[in-house]
């Protein structure tokens, strides 16, 4: 991990550290040695503020009220070992900014570990595409927002409000599967803005997320990666709002889905961003974000390792005959778990079984001759 401290500041001095605490348990690669394999989280924060008009140099200690929260929270039964590595420096640009991370993430990617970081805004996000990228992968991407932030920009730079658009113009081919959960009508175009490629675009409403919550988890574990705008948690529960949004997720259920996106064994990468502490109220906000990030890390504690691809003799196989597509369909569920998988129809052999995460209800709909959209998306890109 030395390789990587050129681009790091060291977390500040001062942080309270307690005895039994997640603070304790956390190994700040500055001060300590300890061998890389046995990491396999890496925290770090960013506070690239520029092309932001509603954050100011007030909120450079952000990501020291977050860490002050985080590092004194009980170490529970988070077993992954973590390493802080510190405060992002920004690059000259903006765009060297998005470099940087997306190096970063190449590099923990090498070493198996999982980077979760945190602070400026989603525009960051950019990166992660960036990232993926490079390492030639398909991108499945979940992003936790209350609305699409696609505006197009007549300028060439990439801020909070066209991060998406930009990121369609750069990398529309590299994204098979893109998330969005926790929008709300009234702030949200629901044009699909990668209508012309192949890939599948989810819009999951608030109040839908909120009667459903449960389900939503499936859509974690078919994810790569996930990214968090705090501004779509409510005013009320999150006093850093900067936004003052009256409606939005509550507390509880922020912390919630952000254990499903550590309990995906699918994810490789975790995002927060959008809490500036200029704003903040008694360190309210702080405080949750550092309970987000604890459940992320509990998540990523209790994963079981499962994966159809490599141990379908722990599934049970169960065949469907669904009426309206002619098509018997082949779900997989845990025997540990007693989650739900389905088995896609491959055309070129020799490539190995593909499986798309579902929920239960999912699978109870496609006995009874229904299938979601999404399932049904990809089955004919077989």
């Excluded at 770090?44 to 004194?72: C, M, T, W």
């Excluded at 805004?121 to 992003?143: A, E, K, R, V, W």
Aim: charged fraction near 20%; proline fraction near 3%.
């Amino acid at each position: 991990m030395l390789e990587l401290q050129t681009y790091f500041t060291a977390p500040a001095d001062d942080l309270t550290i307690v005895d039994g605490t997640l603070g304790q348990f956390i190994f700040q690669g500055w001060h300590k040695k300890q061998s890389d394999a046995d990491i396999r989280i890496a925290l770090f924060s960013v506070a690239d503020y520029r092309n932001n008009p509603h954050i100011s140099e007030k909120s450079s200690s952000s990501a020291f009220h977050v860490r002050e929260q985080l590092y004194g929270l009980t170490k529970g039964q988070i077993s992954r070992k973590i390493i802080d590595l510190g405060e992002l420096k920004i690059g000259k640009t903006r765009r060297d900014t998005y470099f940087a991370l997306a190096f970063i993430f190449c590099e923990l990617h090498k070493k198996k570990i999982v980077p979760i970081f945190f602070g400026s805004d989603d525009s960051m996000i950019y990166s992660i595409y960036q990232y993926f990228t490079q390492i030639g992968d398909p991108l499945n991407h979940l992003h936790i927002d209350y609305m699409f932030d696609n505006q197009h920009e007549e300028l060439n730079i990439v801020n909070q409000d066209c991060y998406f658009h930009k990121i369609q113009t750069d990398f529309k081919q590299n994204v098979q599967e893109l998330t969005i959960l926790g929008t709300q009508s009234y702030y949200c175009d629901l044009e699909p803005f990668f209508s012309e490629t192949n890939s599948l675009i989810i819009n999951h409403r608030l109040g839908l997320l909120r009667a459903e919550l449960f389900e939503s988890e499936a859509f974690f574990r078919n994810s790569d990666s996930v990214s968090f705008d705090l501004n779509a948690i409510r005013m009320s529960d999150n006093p850093a709002n900067y936004l003052g949004m009256p409606n939005g997720l509550y507390a509880e259920e922020a912390c919630q889905l952000a254990w499903y996106a550590g309990y995906s064994e699918r994810v490789s990468l975790f995002g927060l961003f959008n809490y500036f502490s200029e704003y903040d109220n008694r360190k309210a906000g702080a405080k949750l974000v550092a309970q987000i990030i604890w459940h992320f890390f509990d998540g990523c504690s209790k994963r079981l390792g499962e994966d159809p691809h490599f141990s379908i003799d722990q599934f049970l196989q169960l065949h469907v005959n669904v009426e309206s597509i002619r098509q018997e369909l082949v779900f997989c569920k845990s025997i540990l778990s007693n989650r739900y998988w389905l088995k896609l129809p491959t055309i070129n052999e020799g490539k190995g079984d593909k499986f798309l995460a579902v929920s239960k209800p999912e699978y109870l709909n496609a006995v009874n001759n229904l299938i979601s959209d999404r399932i049904y998306f990809y089955l004919t890109q077989q």
